[in-house]
């Protein structure tokens, strides 16, 4: 993991072991010993282990302690150095707190705790060791003095070089590692307990710290008056251009021998005639729906604060388990698309949609965890894992997407109100703005507006180790997401209707799936400005997984715009007067 100053850029996304061999650091009398750990915890990479401290409630105020001596080959000080220079912290755990390092922010001037604290300090480009530990224990007594509480925060690491006796007030020099000659080391370690007045219900505050509160308002009320500009824009073409081109066609004499049509009712015969590749359309859509469904129910999970930073891996955990139970949500829309759009395979899609965004997310995985292996990281996801993790997806999921395939085929698709030609009408040029990938980029820059600034705060706490807790105004942003994404589809696809353009159905899906072209320009950007990645696995990882976020957010504002979209078509012609 990575700490170091807002404004300092991360080096490195490998984690490690505490307790790699290339470390030296002290063990536990008969080895460290692993903790259970949830199936979220070790997909993010989280390895627990006991450790050799010597830690009783309030005994040893302020005692010096040796903790143990270790001899550091040159190699592995070049290896520790390495690290010291990518700014790595060590992240410890204190009755299910981390450890963290008291900052103040300096907006605000309130206390938090930066989780983690450095394995060393890089003054003048010459790493020195922190092998020496200053631990305050902050614990909550009642008034009748009972304890109720404790938790932990390192408040400060200094470096101290090999003495004959323990010593933690004498100043000494910084402790360099030679790379050349074997290096003697000795960790000592200091406690001191300090009473608080933090009840054990509140404890997590300071941790959860949000950096200026006001920008998640600025951002999310700028995003509320874009969805109810769109809103009331797409209202008023609904209503007032709509019903008059409607009041306009049902209108017009019926025993006249020339009827002449104009706009969006020129295409009447064509607007529900079937797009090309239909099965890859319905499949695409049905894994949307399923991700839709598991992003809502874990956000209200969330919300109602099932999903503590104390349950470590629970957000992760939450996910799996939903995108696994909704298998048949995916299978039903799926197949019920595919029914609407003269499909007949039903079997085929019912197996791809089960089948396809599974495996290619496994093979991304498989690929990233390739480099973590390389790299000798923790983070790399064990074979035991992987194959639950293919229990769960074609165990569990596959079949439930089976049986809500069945009950869609079974109900069958979507009636249309207007019937197809026989003969396809002839396309005229479609203005720049309504070419395909033009409308895509256009269109997705309001949902990408209205999510940019919590998607900051996102990225900063998958790749720079940052808590975040906003999970009110991540639910509110994800609705005014989702609202602007049907909107402004909605709008773009009746501007394409009024040029003659029937061919919907794949424009939809890619103009409200446009913000996650912008979400990788925005990642490509984060990567200039906030990260320093130097060995190809660092760079493997984050554009892997750049490369996932962008083709789950393509999925979903791509099926939100698509239902969106086939609504209003069904609702815009079925109002109209047609022989």
Known sequence: MLAGSDNSKLKSLINYDYYNPQFHFCA???GAKGQPESLGSILFGDRIFSSPYDIKMLEANGTCQMLCTAEI??????????????EYALNWLVDGLPAAEMKRDTKTGDLFFDMGFNLGNNDDDAPYLN??????????????????????????????EDESMPNCDSEVPKLGLSETEINNIRYTYRVTWDESDTPWATRWDNYLHIFDPRIHWFSLINSIVIVVFLCVMVAMILWRTVSRDISRYNAIDLSEDVQEDWGWKLVHGEVFRAPSYPMVLSVMVGNGAQLCAMCAVTLVFALLGFLSPSNRGS????????WTLFGGIGGYYSSRIYASLG???????????????????????????????????????????????????FGISAPLSSIGSYIGSRQGGVSHPVRVNQIPRQIPPAPRHLRPWASALLAGILPFGAAFVELYFVMSSLFASRAYYAFGFLALTAGVVALTTGTVTILFI?????AEEYRWHWRAFLTGGGSAFWILAYGLFYWLSRLSLHSLSSVALYLGYLFLICLFDFIVTGTIGFLASYWAVRRLYSAIRVD
């Open 494 to 498: 009746y501007f394409n209707l009024c």
């Open 315 to 322: 957000l992760a955990t939450v996910m799996m388990v939903c």
């Open 73 to 86: 080959p040159g190699e592995d000080a070049q290896f520790i150095n390495g690290r010291i220079r990518e």
């Open 28 to 30: 536990p009398d008969g």
């Open 343 to 393: 499909g007949v395979d039903n079997r085929k899609n019912a197996f791809l949609t089960a089948t396809i965004l599974p495996t290619l997310v496994f093979i991304v995985i498989f690929l990233l965890d390739f480099f973590l292996l390389v790299a000798g990281s923790s983070g790399a996801v064990p074979f035991s894992t992987m194959l639950l993790i293919v229990v769960l997806w």
């Open 131 to 160: 092998n020496h530990y200053e631990i305050v224990l902050s614990h909550h007594l009642e008034f009748t003095a009972s304890l109720e509480s404790w938790y932990g925060h390192l408040a400060s690491a200094v470096t101290q």
